[in-house]
């Protein structure tokens, strides 16, 4: 771990296990605005492999047959900001915690001189929300560079969030480890020249995570071990 300058963390999912805090704000949008919609684990379990939530509910739409609802780019855009909005009143009143061993792996990292930084496709809204209520105010400057998925053209598992990240951290890919919990998190910091750490999460642990630097099954007692490196 030493060997890197700094330590690029994905955020749903990697950080917290927020993806059930989402599904719940989409399925309350939806009641909200009166779509006959409901994802059930199942259902938010494929979609997740479609990164973005307006891009989720779009291809959700496309899915509906011969009768799916009129999304334009305005009413889309409208469904996601009210998403947002309750999804970071959910986290605001303890919906979701870090992960176990989040907070000692991040203090150890800090102990050795590293750099934190997030590259995530959720909004930059969602990840602000989740550090304030689960961190305080020293969430908010923990983590410097934060580039979030709407800030980029092209979210994962394109690598536009990490090669933004590596500008503003002024490093090589090779300096820096990336921490994710999905094979899309794992192609897009791939194909920025980042090795990365898989730390399996509920939804994509069944994934295959081959070209992985390494792969884990928690943050616990992390920070103190050696990395079980991948063939």
Known sequence: MNRFSALIFDVDGTLAETEEVHRRAFNETFVYFGLDWNWSTEVY???????????????????QGKRPPALSDQRLAELH??????????????????????IEFINTALARGQRLAIATTTSRDNVDALLRATLGA???????????????????PAPDVYLKALDLLGLPGHRCLAIEDSRNGLMSAS??????????????????????????DSFSGLGEKNLPVCA
Not at 138 to 156: H, Q, S, T, Y
């Open 45 to 63: 379990g494929e979609l997740l492999l479609v990164t973005g939530g307006k891009e989720r509910m779009r291809h959700f739409a496309s899915l």
């Open 138 to 156: 020293r969430g908010l400057g923990l983590f410097e560079p934060i580039v979030a998925g709407d800030e980029v053209a092209n979210k994962k």
């Open 81 to 102: 900001r009210y998403k947002t909005a309750r999804y970071a009143e959910l986290i605001a009143a303890g919906a979701c915690q870090l992960r176990p061993g989040v």
């Open 191 to 216: 194909r920025a020249g980042i090795p990365v750490l898989i730390t399996r999460s509920a939804y994509f642990r069944h994934e295959t995570f081959d070209e992985a630097f390494a792969v884990v």
